[in-house]
């Protein structure tokens, strides 16, 4: 069964550039996560889907990062203009749903941003 | 406060070692908890579910106590390759789940 597919893997850019992350969930999941991963501490959600309709997306800095799924598979999330605190890895991670309580999440390899 | 708080760590052990990581959450709605192990530069990925009767699964025994809100996993016997970060989760039945930012484990020879 393939994983969860993110790209890039690195991503280096001068901050106030722009950035975008892909990710393809597991095939069938409806639940698709964003978390950030900064050094040195735990994954932070920033948006959860179910198909294509946000669940929570409390967390997510509205002025600079927007994400969409727009046909409830592949998703982007975008940062537009970057900071030097975005530094992180971003995570995907996606679980099977509809959401009926807790399910286990499978996490992609992360997206690994500089901005210098 | 943070909503999951974890020992700071980090954990050095020789192998063969008994070691106990503590987890303490402060959301009362929470309903399921999870240990996620993390390896350098890698994802986390689900290390075992924690009920409140206790579960173990091999080397690893994992506690909840909901009345102190509390989590714990105790690993047996270490081995090398149980060196990682250890992730305390905590979820609501919405399904968001709370990361702690982790606990350190080096096994060493």
């Known amino acids: 069964e393939a994983g969860v597919a993110q790209s890039p893997r690195y991503k280096i850019i001068e901050k106030r550039q722009s950035v975008a992350f892909w990710c393809n969930p597991i095939s069938g999941h409806a639940t698709l996560y964003w978390y950030q991963q900064i050094l040195g501490q735990g994954p932070k959600l920033l948006i959860q889907?179910?198909?294509?309709?946000?669940?929570?997306d409390s967390q997510l800095p509205k002025d600079r990062f927007s994400a969409e799924r727009l046909k409830g598979v592949d998703s982007t999330l975008k940062i537009q203009p970057a900071k030097l605190e975005d530094s992180a890895v971003y995570l995907c991670?996606?679980?099977?749903?509809?959401?009926?309580?807790?399910?286990?999440?499978?996490f992609g390899s992360g997206t690994q941003l500089s901005v210098l | 406060r943070k909503e999951v708080e974890q020992d700071p760590g980090p954990f050095n052990v020789p192998e063969g070692a008994t070691v106990a990581f503590n987890c303490t959450y402060s959301?009362?709605?929470?309903?399921?908890f999870f240990w996620y192990r993390q390896d350098c530069r890698k994802e986390p990925k689900l290390l075992m579910s924690?009920?409140?009767s206790g579960n173990e699964d091999g080397r690893f025994t994992a506690q909840l106590n909901r009345a102190s809100q509390y989590i714990s996993l105790l690993i047996r016997d270490s081995k090398l390759s149980d060196s990682a970060t250890y992730l305390c989760v905590v979820a609501t039945n919405a399904g968001k789940s709370t990361f702690g930012d982790g606990t350190t484990l080096t096994v060493k020879p």
């Open positions: 991670a996606s679980s099977l749903g509809p959401l009926t309580g807790y399910e286990k999440l499978f």
């Open positions: 959301n009362s709605a929470s309903q399921s």
């Open positions: 889907f179910q198909n294509n309709g946000v669940v929570d």
């Open positions: 924690v009920y409140s």
